[in-house]
């Protein structure tokens, strides 16, 4: 692996499902192609958008490697997938993703110490991790919003920066001012933050941020893909399109995973529109509707913008 992740757009993987219930590897494939051909530079197999709080560690071990088999040397993956709360069993589950071939292992920052302990707690548990996983396996951090968000302090991201084995951070902090801080601290370390948030995308990326890792480019990547290659080159009119996708950004809000899955279906991603997450496998009309106008809008922008 080089030594550095590539800069650019690393969409948050859903997880197909068949009608039984079971893991689609059928439409996993298609999805892997649907989301290289969509101008990825980079995938996140097993993450909160693949419902890994809803899989078990044999199907979070599984699709990681199906998923870095399918991507081969295109692109690289990344995966996460520790979902306990016990430290010895979430250092099985490290390991036992660890071993399936992923690029690199991304831990999930509100695992390591509850909500109220402090950053000692945290890295004495960190520690206690690291130490049981492989030697030089390439790491990184996902500020996941589940069970409760942990944005990660300036201390804890020195730290990273000063082990050398972390490389990729997913900031969930939608806060400019401590994205400004954490890629200060970031300069000049292999490690590199990949924002999760849309209204703040542009700005961070002329603060020196290296991509986006979130939710909508299961909606509309090509789009998160063009700001994020030509933002320099045509300033102007990276700003109009930041301002459009903040707007079409707020249905995340709305019915995710399972309005991710209803949109790529109209796409002509085979997917069903079953989840493990969602209480209710049911799109309303007004949703619908809603999914509908975002697609037109998308590719009304897709025609200027590419051809």
Request: aromatic share 12%; with cysteine.
């Amino acid at each position: 692996m080089e030594n550095e992740f590539p800069d650019g757009m690393w969409p948050v993987m859903l997880t197909p499902f068949t009608n039984g219930g079971t893991v689609d590897y059928h439409v996993l494939s298609e999805l892997v192609e649907w989301y290289i051909s969509s101008g990825s530079s980079g995938l996140f197999a097993v993450c909160q958008s693949s419902e890994m709080f809803f899989l078990s560690l044999e199907e979070r071990c599984k699709i990681t490697r199906f998923v870095k088999e399918a991507a081969g040397k295109r692109v690289p993956v990344i995966s996460s997938g520790h979902i306990s709360y016990n430290l010895k069993d979430q250092i099985k589950e490290l390991c036992a993703v660890a071993e399936n071939g992923a690029d690199a292992l991304i831990l999930i920052s509100n695992r390591f110490a509850k909500e109220n302990e402090s950053d000692d707690v945290f890295l004495k548990n960190l520690d206690a991790v690291i130490s049981k996983l492989p030697v030089n396996l390439p790491l990184g951090f996902y500020e996941c919003p589940y069970p409760y968000k942990r944005i990660l302090s300036e201390k804890i991201i020195k730290y990273c920066v000063d082990s050398g084995q972390f490389y990729f951070l997913k900031d969930t902090s939608c806060d400019m001012e401590n994205i400004r801080r954490k890629l200060a601290l970031l300069k000049g370390s292999r490690m590199k933050l990949y924002n999760a948030n849309t209204a703040t995308l542009l700005e961070s990326l002329k603060e020196g941020a290296s991509g986006y890792s979130g939710v909508m480019a299961n909606y509309h990547p090509r789009l998160y893909a063009w700001l994020l290659q030509n933002w320099k080159k045509e300033p102007e009119r990276a700003e109009i399109l930041q301002e459009i996708l903040t707007m079409c950004s707020f249905i995340e809000l709305k019915n995710y995973p399972l309005s991710a899955k209803y949109y790529l279906r109209e796409l002509g991603v085979p997917i069903e529109y079953i989840t493990r997450k969602n209480t209710k496998d049911c799109i309303n009309q007004t949703e619908i509707l809603e999914l509908r106008q975002l697609r037109c809008l998308s590719e009304e922008l897709l025609k200027k913008w590419y051809t």
